[in-house]
């Protein structure tokens, strides 16, 4: 086997980030769904569908990238947001809504832990696993940028059409699989491969459940980053809804959204800068900066607003960044996508309790 390349890995992982998130349907299903005539309640259900969907096939997705490969999981992901968009573009009516939300939902989990897994066991293939710091703050810098981006098209979207959006998303995707076949797959997982299917998942489960059991630490992490995540998420969604009703020009949504968006590249600039800081006390600073953000969405003054969703996206990133850091430097390498898809499905749980109540909310 040729040596890896890590700049290349690397290089790679962040292209496809990119792809992954510049998809304006993406950052304006909101919007999308809204222009329809869909009620905030239906799109708040929607929202409730795509985190059920995520809290059952969350951890078995991640014990698949475990078992059958990182590349691989990744490349189920854009799959499975080709179909989302076929669906959503062709199929006409609210339960085709839900059923593309469904194969959205599959491609978050197909890439969730993955990604993180394959960058940190390949720097640890070279003995650079201290650079991962590093490469997490630039890769959420690059999601930022890259969902800002769409955001601020969101209204492109609209003029577009639904399904002219769609066929867009599903080409962007079928480009970002393309750029995923020249990863380098993980030699722990390689090194698996002579083992039974049966055997490998059997080792997965067990050593990933095992690890859980007797680290509550790591079960407290992964809660505090998942509700900070879910107001950030629920906040940011719902404005798109909620800044039009200021009064703003129709022109301005698109850079109000990006300007929110950009928070989260300062959380991840700043992230590097608090090392020493302990977990608990930096979730209380986020926790505090993302309520912040939900109680600035009730003034009904745009600017107001808008720095909520700003200060909530820096607290969100900032707390996910310095969380993920902890978590791989924390579980086994054999089971890290697995582990790290469990903070993911946390987050789903969570999610299908605010998301209702959000729309609810929201909708007054």
Same mark, same amino acid.
């Given at each position: 086997?040729?040596?890896? %390349?890590?700049?290349?890995?690397?290089?790679?992982?962040?292209?496809?980030?990119?792809?992954? %998130?510049?998809?304006?349907?993406?950052?304006?299903?909101?919007l999308?769904?809204?222009s329809?005539?869909?009620?905030?309640?239906?799109i708040?259900?929607?929202?409730?569908?795509?985190?059920?969907?995520?809290?059952?096939?969350?951890?078995?997705?991640?014990?698949?990238?475990?078992?059958?490969?990182?590349?691989?999981?990744?490349?189920?992901?854009?799959?499975?947001?080709?179909?989302?968009?076929?669906?959503?573009?062709?199929?006409?009516g609210?339960?085709?809504?839900?059923?593309?939300?469904?194969?959205?939902?599959?491609?978050?989990?197909?890439?969730?832990?993955?990604?993180?897994?394959?960058?940190?066991?390949?720097?640890?293939?070279?003995?650079?696993?201290?650079?991962y710091?590093?490469?997490?703050?630039?890769?959420?810098?690059?999601?930022?940028?890259? %969902?800002?981006?769409?955001?601020?098209?969101?209204?492109?979207?609209?003029?577009m059409? %639904?399904?002219?959006?769609?066929?867009?998303?599903?080409?962007?995707?079928?480009?970002?699989?393309?750029?995923?076949?020249?990863?380098?797959?993980?030699k722990?997982?390689?090194?698996k491969s002579?083992?039974?299917?049966?055997?490998?998942?059997?080792?997965v489960?067990?050593?990933?459940?095992?690890?859980?059991?007797?680290?509550?630490?790591?079960?407290?992490?992964?809660f505090?980053?998942?509700?900070?995540?879910?107001?950030?998420v629920?906040?940011?969604?719902?404005?798109?809804?909620?800044?039009?009703?200021?009064?703003?020009p129709?022109?301005?949504l698109?850079?109000?959204?990006?300007?929110?968006?950009?928070?989260?590249?300062?959380?991840?600039?700043?992230?590097?800068?608090?090392?020493?800081?302990?977990?608990?006390?930096?979730?209380?600073?986020?926790?505090?900066?993302?309520?912040?953000?939900?109680?600035s969405?009730?003034?009904?003054?745009?600017?107001?607003m808008?720095?909520?969703?700003?200060?909530?996206?820096?607290?969100?990133?900032?707390?996910?960044?310095?969380?993920?850091?902890?978590?791989?430097?924390?579980?086994?390498?054999?089971?890290?996508?697995?582990?790290?898809s469990?903070?993911?499905?946390?987050?789903?749980?969570l999610m299908?309790?605010?998301?209702?109540?959000?729309?609810?909310?929201?909708?007054?």
């Open positions: 086997m040729s040596k890896l %390349n890590i700049k290349r890995q690397l290089g790679l992982l962040y292209i496809s980030n990119f792809m992954f %998130n510049i998809s304006i349907v993406g950052a304006a299903w909101v999308l769904l809204v329809d005539g869909y009620s905030l309640v239906q708040g259900f929607a929202e409730t569908v795509f985190h059920i969907v995520s809290l059952i096939a969350e951890i078995p997705s991640g014990m698949v990238a475990d078992v059958f490969g990182r590349k691989k999981s990744l490349i189920l992901s854009c799959v499975m947001s080709m179909l989302s968009a076929a669906v959503r573009g062709f199929l006409p609210f339960p085709c809504v839900l059923i593309s939300i469904g194969f959205a939902a599959l491609s978050y989990n197909f890439i969730s832990g993955s990604d993180s897994a394959l960058a940190y066991d390949s720097l640890l293939e070279e003995g650079q696993e201290k650079r710091d590093r490469y997490i703050s630039t890769q959420t810098a690059v999601y930022r940028i890259s %969902n800002g981006i769409a955001t601020l098209f969101a209204g492109v979207a609209v003029i059409g %639904n399904r002219n959006a769609q066929i867009l998303s599903l080409g962007i995707s079928a480009v970002n699989m393309v750029f995923l076949l020249f990863l380098r797959e993980n722990v997982i390689l090194k002579g083992d039974s299917l049966s055997q490998r998942f059997k080792d489960y067990k050593g990933a459940f095992s690890f859980l059991k007797g680290n509550k630490k790591v079960a407290g992490l992964i505090r980053n998942a509700l900070v995540g879910g107001i950030d629920l906040l940011l969604f719902f404005l798109q809804a909620k800044l039009p009703m200021t009064g703003i129709d022109w301005s698109g850079p109000l959204l990006f300007i929110m968006s950009m928070g989260g590249i300062f959380g991840a600039l700043a992230a590097r800068k608090v090392k020493k800081t302990t977990l608990g006390k930096l979730f209380a600073f986020c926790i505090s900066l993302a309520l912040i953000g939900l109680v969405e009730f003034t009904g003054i745009w600017y107001l808008t720095l909520g969703g700003f200060l909530t996206a820096f607290a969100d990133d900032l707390i996910q960044i310095r969380s993920d850091i902890a978590l791989n430097q924390m579980v086994p390498a054999e089971q890290r996508a697995t582990l790290i469990v903070n993911s499905f946390c987050f789903s749980v299908i309790v605010m998301s209702p109540l959000a729309g609810y909310v929201f909708s007054l």
